[in-house]
């Protein structure tokens, strides 16, 4: 399992401003990026990307995740409903991949490059696999033992 640095996650909690600010512009671009793959897409519950539902609840557990990425205890309730939710919809490993493709650049959109530096994405992209790596072998407990 991928553990991000110490300096990673000193960023990505110094960038949590930005994302409280931004985080729902952040998501509704991922989503419009990750959306380009249609098989992607119909996982995903179309009326709740439309009322803006979707980006909103995503945005907030971004926001938790970066004021929490040293204390990820205070997340177990939150990534338990993350796990069950994708569990329903069918995500699997190789779907984590997209959403990193997809999340990364559009916080470069939207915080613009002076902001969203190299070494900013790179913090996130530890970040974003580290809890990757956590959701991916949750799920795959809860599919073994729903088999």
């Known amino acids: 399992m991928r ?7 000193t960023i990505v909690k110094a960038t949590a401003p930005a994302i409280e ?3 729902v512009a952040i998501t509704t671009a991922m989503y419009a990026r990750l959306f380009r793959n249609a098989d992607v897409k119909a996982m995903f519950d179309q009326a709740a990307q439309e009322s803006g539902e979707q980006p909103r609840r995503l945005a907030g557990a971004i926001l938790a995740y970066a004021k929490n990425i040293d204390k990820l205890e205070n997340l177990g309730p939150a990534v338990q ?3 069950a939710r994708h569990v329903e919809t069918g995500v699997k490993a190789e779907h984590y991949p997209y959403v990193a493709e997809a999340l990364l650049p559009a916080i470069r959109d939207v915080l613009g490059a002076d902001v969203a530096t190299d070494e900013v ?7 974003y696999w580290m809890l990757a790596d956590i959701l991916i072998a949750a799920e795959s407990d809860a599919y073994a033992a729903a088999a």
């Not at 553990?3 to 996650?9: F, G, N, R």
């Open 21 to 23: 600010k931004h985080g």
């Open 81 to 83: 409903r993350m796990v």
């Open 3 to 9: 553990v991000a640095s110490e300096q990673a996650k």
């Open 121 to 127: 994405l790179g913090a996130w992209g530890e970040a």
